[in-house]
């Protein structure tokens, strides 16, 4: 542990803070919310299985397999813990939409009942790290902003609120003209009104969006609902879910190649129901029948041994489309020493930071006793997470430190089966009940009734142990929150602000709202987005609004109508002796994110046992692009070995083929970095640019003249090396030289262009840029650590995007966060000082300690830059990165180089190859056992480069140590020699996807021998050598070699002018 007296930590411990560190089960309504206490180790096998289906859907040469995953295990195995790890994967990385029901018992269109669950999850926000722009607004954004197919005047009438509903009407129908008009190829599957009634989401106006919301659930819609939505007809038939999932479905994959997910949890529920059999198999058809198109896939999750009862219901064929596609995974519940130690270590590090008391291991578990997870292991997680709840209990409670498991007298807990008598019934009979239409009011006056008569049921559900006082005054709503001991622990004034924001109509209800609270917490509620565009005055406004003690809480659709339904719930069942009971641990309404952020239970139940009164609350001009698609016909094809065999023969591979990426696996001396300059330096012959990131010196031979004159045998050759040498322009750029010496590269602080990208790609770039300086100021993927890193994303997507082409220093992001600028109050709610403080001191020394990383000296990194031409010559870029220091600072410098690609590919689609990178030992880079800052960006690059026709080679010499999830990704594996163990069980299931199975003979291979792998088809080949041999350059020369500039036209003829004067 760190210095931190352990008495502290103890104190802590015995406190009532964060009492949820120890809670066992994971609720429906915790699924859309990121999980602090994740450990992706636990149940790999099966994340790693998801991460490939998904990876799978943007790859359209494998769309033929892998769209069905059942998990079965027992209960307590993790299952519903995992489904909520997949969401918050396939969502922070944007690759696609998770839709998450539990199994229902007495609905008869199961269509129905999946579209209701499908609409309620991307009514949820859609990364809960990047705000609350839901699923469906995220859907609608990446619709519209989609390589500026429409123009941004256009956007802004459709979302400045100042046309009618005729007008908007026309401008929808022109837009989705325009989209068709220039898409229409990929969007030919796609259902036009679904384009339509998505573009009306953009229109700053809550009437509109209730009645997208109904069109979607394929409700009944009126006349005048209709006519809001310029007379489109309503979806009513029996089969209209089933066709708009299956629409939904094709949009997601014609604006991105989304994948959407559909999670069926719980499947298990339906077995105490009647014609049990019949519910089963009407599930198990609608979900196959969703599985048939390529970017659907779906997960099922059951008991193992209901699912055995229930799987002889269906027919044989279906079987196989559930159980072998891929093959089904049985959940480990039995946790390990090492995986309880880390389950127990994780939460209480949470609970420590919470307090401003940081500890540097991260697997101490003090107070518990060392011997804990010992006799702990083969417990499944829930039993063990209730142990430690208990052991904390029982420490507040006398005193003492936890005790140790004792199995005489602790048997461990299994309280779900007499909870599930409790529960099982009212929750299948709520998870029906939520799935009809319930009415949400229009008018302001009623929705403020139905949210307080909604808090006021909170209560029953928090079992009274605080109490709530609700009074409407006028257009608001006074909460007044008491303990047990009848002190008022929080008090505050509730609007409803869903005017739209132009005219300073909102402006005016957020100022009436805050003058109406005089001293009391603000709380401005809307059932659409706030603005957050940081351009604008009512973004500074709502900031400041925050920075006052103001919240901003939004209350989607699926809340609205949560509430209305608890209303004719609770009439229905309330006289049933078990209701209460479900209700305190089902907690439907309590549960909600919404209300939870308006009661702000965690701070009021902290305030509740300590106080009695609450407290009072110039730029650079970008260089033209070149359009390198005409110098690159990708119908040329590269020799770059002969086939062995009885008949050897050349062995050609298309240009086109290195779009979707390649990599060289071969122990020292195999040749795969030759293989690798091969194919590279005839891809420089056919004028298409190349990066190469050399780490060891030896790839700056290319800059040497001496390199160049080594003598060749063949004529053949030495004719392209000369051709290779007029065709290419050779820049060495040395990144952390100091001022003066080689030729610096510097990388922004944040990511240029960022202006320039949908509102997706922009929060996913300013992410990645924040997660890479969070690694290298040494902050940990949770708890606090996480918590600041999602304050930095936000601060560099809001700079980027207010200082276009304007180059931002470290001193301005640190500015920008220490200050609480209004427009990160505004994105971010409230800051909490603990977190900023921190944040601001750790980017200080960052900039004291690794100034060199973020020098102005140089040239700025610039993708353009890099894929260069000048003089009618190709730009072969080759980045020296040793000079940076150690590895931390070199994966820093290139995840910024990564982030920086990702920009340029996002923003020149192409598709035909634009250029190659070479990642030399790119197991640094993207390593199977841990998370650099290069991870996620490279993960990304694989699946989004080949859209802008860039191509990535990896190239490693330790193949056991690469990461393999993303190997669907990679179309083209040159495999040389291989001996280690480890590597080839890693190969192994790569391998078996191949035609021929080569394995065993991986390790008897010589220098230039590789085995070429491409849509299975294995040729055995002899490789070319290299035109330039790579060997070894000192340090010095390598200095020298980049303070050759390039030859500037201008520049010379000046210095020719002042020389003859």
């Not at 709503?477 to 303990?483: A, K, V």
């Not at 920075?547 to 004719?568: N, Q, Y």
Request: with cysteine; hydrophobic share 35%.
């Amino acid at each position: 542990m760190s210095g931190t007296p352990q008495k502290e930590y103890l104190q802590i411990f015995r406190s009532r803070v964060k009492e949820d560190i120890f809670h066992s089960i994971t609720h429906h309504n915790q699924i859309w919310q990121p999980d602090p206490y994740d450990i992706e180790s636990i149940h790999q096998e099966s994340r790693e299985c998801f991460e490939r289906l998904l990876n799978r859907v943007s790859n359209c040469e494998q769309t033929d397999s892998g769209r069905i995953m059942l998990l079965l295990g027992e209960s307590g195995a993790g299952k519903t813990h995992l489904m909520r790890a997949f969401r918050n994967y396939t969502h922070e990385k944007s690759l696609g939409y998770f839709a998450y029901m539990q199994m229902t018992s007495s609905i008869s269109n199961y269509a129905s009942y999946a579209l209701h669950y499908t609409i309620d999850s991307l009514d949820k926000p859609y990364c809960a790290i990047n705000g609350s722009t839901t699923g469906l607004m995220h859907l609608s954004n990446a619709l519209i902003e989609r390589r500026q197919i429409v123009s941004q005047h256009a956007i802004e009438q459709l979302r400045n609120g100042e046309l009618n509903h005729d007008e908007l009407s026309e401008l929808i129908s022109k837009i989705t003209d325009a989209i068709l008009n220039k898409e229409g190829e990929q969007f030919r599957h796609v259902d036009l009104d679904l384009i339509r009634v998505l573009l009306y989401l953009q229109h700053d106006e809550p009437a509109i969006h209730a009645r997208v919301r109904k069109y979607l659930r394929c409700e009944n819609m009126s006349e005048y609902d209709c006519k809001i939505l310029g007379n489109l007809t309503p979806r009513v038939q029996e089969d209209a879910p089933d066709r708009l999932l299956q629409a939904l479905a094709h949009l997601m994959m014609a604006i991105n190649k989304g994948a959407f997910v559909i999670c069926l949890d719980q499947l298990e529920d339906i077995h105490p129901a009647e014609d049990v059999e019949i519910k089963f198999r009407r599930a198990m058809e609608t979900m196959t029948r969703l599985a048939e198109i390529p970017n659907v896939f779906v997960v099922i999750a059951c008991l193992d041994d209901v699912y055995i009862l229930l799987r002889n219901s269906l027919p044989q064929s279906q079987i196989d489309r559930i159980e072998r596609d891929p093959d089904t995974i049985t959940l480990c519940g039995e946790r390990s020493k090492a995986e309880i130690r880390e389950i127990i270590s994780i939460r209480l590090e949470a609970l420590y930071d919470s307090q401003g008391i940081y500890s540097s291991s991260g697997e101490s578990i003090f107070p518990f006793q060392d011997e804990t997870p010992t006799l702990l292991a083969g417990m499944k997680t829930r039993q063990i997470i209730d142990w430690c709840r208990q052991e904390r209990e029982y420490s507040i409670r006398t005193g003492n430190l936890p005790r140790l498991p004792d199995k005489n007298r602790d048997t461990p807990p299994q309280t779900e089966e007499s909870d599930k008598k409790i529960i099982q019934p009212l929750e299948q009979l709520w998870n029906d009940h939520l799935a009809y239409p319930h009415a949400v009011p229009e008018n302001e006056d009623e929705m403020l009734q139905l949210l307080g008569r909604g808090i006021e049921h909170c209560a029953v559900e928090f079992n009274h142990s605080l109490k709530c006082s609700i009074v409407q005054r006028d257009d608001f709503l006074d909460i007044d929150i008491q303990n047990s001991a009848e002190n008022i622990a929080y008090w505050s004034t509730i609007g409803l602000c869903q005017k739209p924001s132009q005219g300073g109509a909102l402006a005016r209800q957020i100022n009436k709202l805050q003058t109406a609270a005089s001293g009391r917490t603000a709380i401005a509620i809307r059932s659409i987005e706030f603005p957050a565009n940081p351009k604008t005055q009512i973004a500074i406004q709502l900031g400041k609004f925050v920075a006052d003690g103001g919240k901003k809480v939004l209350i989607p659709d699926a809340d609205w109508r949560t509430m209305v339904a608890m209303e004719s719930f609770r009439k229905q069942y309330a006289e049933r002796s078990d209701f209460k009971s479900w209700l305190q641990k089902a907690q439907p309404l309590l549960s909600l994110p919404s209300i939870q952020q308006i009661l702000d239970l965690e701070m009021t139940l902290k305030r509740s046992e300590t106080s009695s009164v609450p407290e009072n609350a110039q730029p650079p001009v970008p260089p033209a692009l070149v359009n390198v698609q005409l110098l690159a016909p990708d119908t040329s094809q590269l020799k770059i070995g002969m086939t062995q065999g009885y008949q050897p023969s050349f062995y050609k591979v298309d240009i086109s083929q290195f779009v979707r990426h390649a990599a060289f696996l071969g122990s020292s001396g195999s040749g795969k970095t030759t293989l690798a300059l091969n194919i590279i330096e005839q891809l420089l012959l056919q004028g298409i640019p190349a990066i190469l990131l050399d780490r060891k010196g030896d790839l700056c031979s290319y800059a040497k003249d001496e390199a160049w004159r080594s003598p060749v045998a063949d004529p053949m050759r030495a004719q392209m090396r000369k051709d290779l040498r007029n065709k290419i322009e050779v820049v060495v750029y040395t990144p952390g030289v100091i001022e003066g010496q080689g030729r610096p590269l510097s990388i922004p602080i944040v990511p240029k262009g960022l202006e320039n990208l949908s509102s997706g790609e922009c929060d996913q770039l300013a992410n990645h840029a924040a997660f890479s300086l969070g690694r290298i100021m040494g902050y940990k993927d949770h708890g606090q650590d996480k918590a600041r890193i999602i304050i930095l994303g936000k601060a560099i997507s809001i700079l980027g995007q207010l200082n276009k082409g304007r180059v931002l220093t470290i001193d301005h992001l640190l500015d920008f966060i220490d200050k609480d600028d209004p427009l990160l109050l505004n994105a971010i709610g409230r800051l909490d000082s603990k977190l900023s403080k921190k944040l601001v001191q750790d980017l200080q020394t960052l900039a004291l300690g690794h100034g060199s990383l973020f020098s102005r000296s140089g040239e700025l990194l610039n993708t353009e830059n890099l894929f260069g031409h000048s003089n009618g010559k190709t730009q072969l870029s080759i980045i020296n990165t040793s000079n940076l220091g150690n590895n931390d600072n070199v994966l820093f410098w290139v995840s910024q180089l990564l982030l920086d690609i990702g920009r340029f590919a996002a923003k020149s689609p192409s598709d035909k190859l634009q250029g190659v990178i070479l990642l030399d030992e790119a197991d640094l880079y993207l390593p199977a056992q841990s998370k650099p800052a290069t991870k996620e960006p490279l993960e990304n690059l694989l699946r989004r480069a080949r859209s802008a026709g860039i191509g990535l080679m990896l190239a490693t010499q330790s193949p056991g140590d690469l990461d393999y999830r993303s190997r669907d990704q990679i179309s083209t594996w040159f495999i040389g020699c291989i001996k280690e163990k480890t590597a080839l069980d890693k190969l192994k299931p790569m391998l078996s996807e191949a035609k021929t199975d080569v394995s065993s003979k991986l390790a008897h291979q010589s220098t230039g021998e590789f085995y070429a792998i491409h849509n299975g088809e294995v040729s055995s080949i002899k490789a070319d050598l290299s035109l330039v041999q790579a060997e070894q350059v000192s340090a010095h020369e390598i200095l020298k070699l980049a303070g050759k500039k390039k030859d500037n036209r201008i520049s010379a003829f000046f210095q020719n002018v002042f020389t003859s004067s």
